[in-house]
Structure formats: C-alpha cells, structure tokens
C-alpha cells in the first residue's frame, strides 16, 4: 500500500471518531452540559425557600397562652336591709301619756305610752318620772334591755311601766302629778309630759318604777 493512501485511510478514521464524540447518547442525556443544569436543580430544591422557613416556625403570638378573659364587675352592695336600721328612740314629742291608778294602798299607777307619730320608735330602757314639786325622781326597778331589744313602737301601739309610790311610812308626802320624759339616750331637749295622780303618796325609799314593757300585766307584776 502506498504512503498516500494509507494517510487517506488514517484521516478518515479519525473524521469518523469525531462525529461519533458529537452525537447524542442513546439515553438522552445531554453531555456535561444536561449534568450541570441538573446539578443546579438539585441545589435548589434542596436548600428551602426563605418563606418555607418562616411558616414553619410559629410566630410568638401564636405560641402564646389563650389571654384571660375581663373579670365581670362586682355588683355594688346593696342597701341594709335591717328594718330597725332608721328607728330612733321615742322622745315626748313621738309619745302620748296617761297614768292610771292600779292598787290605792301602795301607790301604785300603771304608766302608758302610745306612739302618736307617723314613723316607728324605741321605747328605751326606764320611764323619767319626777313627783310633783318634790325632788329627785323614781328610782328604777328591774332591768332594762339594750338599745338592740327596746321595744319598737308601730305608729298607734303602746309600751306600759308599773309605777309605785310606796307604802305610807310617815316619812313620804303625797302629790296630785307626776311628769314623764323618755330615756333617749342623747341630750336631746324634751318638754315634759304631764299626768293626774289624785293621792299618789311617795316614799322617799320605796318609790320606784319599772322598764317599758309590752303589756300592762307584766308593768304590774314587777
């Protein structure tokens, strides 16, 4: 074979390989080229998205405790509801007076008083008795109960004490009166209210007069 075609020969073959190198391989795949594109998609869908992120971690706010509901106002503290809580104690300008004669030989009346006003009162403690012009005043028998437990007195309705004047001793004198006011408690200012006691003998150490009471056989029975 000669030296010019055996250069012919080698030329071809070597034409034939470069063609071979440029054509697609049967798989589709592109070269380096499809390789580096694919590397690039990689990348990214493998590194998340910034917004990715930041959804999947909750907010403060959200992990946060449910907020406590408004407590409700108290409601405002109503009124007493005591019936006694506006009642005052009876003075002489709330009552009326009489005195009756209950047993002639010691002396002794049966006080009343009637609430004549329009609202309720307490009848307190001891009536103030004083005798006519003599001095001093009737000395008090038996106990009395608290301000708490005086008698309450509805407009019309009465309290009775038992007054006695004592046995005739020689040492007493008698009086034809007798004056009331009530225990008030205070230094409240009363006139004083009068009644007729024909014959009522008072002995200065035997005299003396009971609490207001609810009837009269209890005022007596002292």
């Known amino acids: 074979m000669s030296t010019a075609l055996k250069a012919a020969i080698a030329l071809a073959a070597v034409s034939a390989l470069a063609l071979t190198a440029c054509e697609p391989t049967e798989d589709g795949a592109a070269g380096p080229s499809g390789s580096a594109t694919a590397s690039v998609s990689a990348a990214g869908s493998a590194s998340p998205s910034t917004s990715a992120s930041a959804s999947a971690s909750p907010s403060k ?10 407590s409700p ?34 002396s002794s009346y049966l006080l009343k008083i009637t609430n004549k006003g329009t609202k309720a009162c307490r009848a307190l403690g001891h009536p103030i008795i004083t005798f006519g012009d003599l001095d001093g005043q009737a000395t008090e028998r038996g106990a009395a109960p608290g301000i708490e437990d005086a008698i309450r007195l509805e407009p019309g309705q009465s309290a009775y004490a038992g007054l006695m004047g004592g ?12 004056a009331l006011t009530m225990n008030t408690e205070s230094d409240l200012k009363q006139t004083p209210l009068g009644a ?5 003998y008072v002995s200065p ?3 003396s007069v009971t609490a207001w009471m609810t009837n009269a056989e209890d005022a007596l029975s002292l």
């Open 61 to 70: 706010s959200a992990s946060a405790g449910p907020s406590k509901s408004a």
């Open 73 to 106: 106002a108290k409601s405002p503290t109503p009124g007493s509801t005591d019936p006694d809580h506006d009642v005052f104690p009876c003075s002489t300008f709330d009552v009326t007076f009489t005195a009756s004669l209950a047993e002639p030989t010691t």
């Open 167 to 178: 046995a005739k001793d020689g040492k007493g004198k008698t009086v034809g009166s007798i």
């Open 196 to 200: 007729s006691t024909p014959g009522l």
């Open 205 to 207: 150490d035997k005299n």
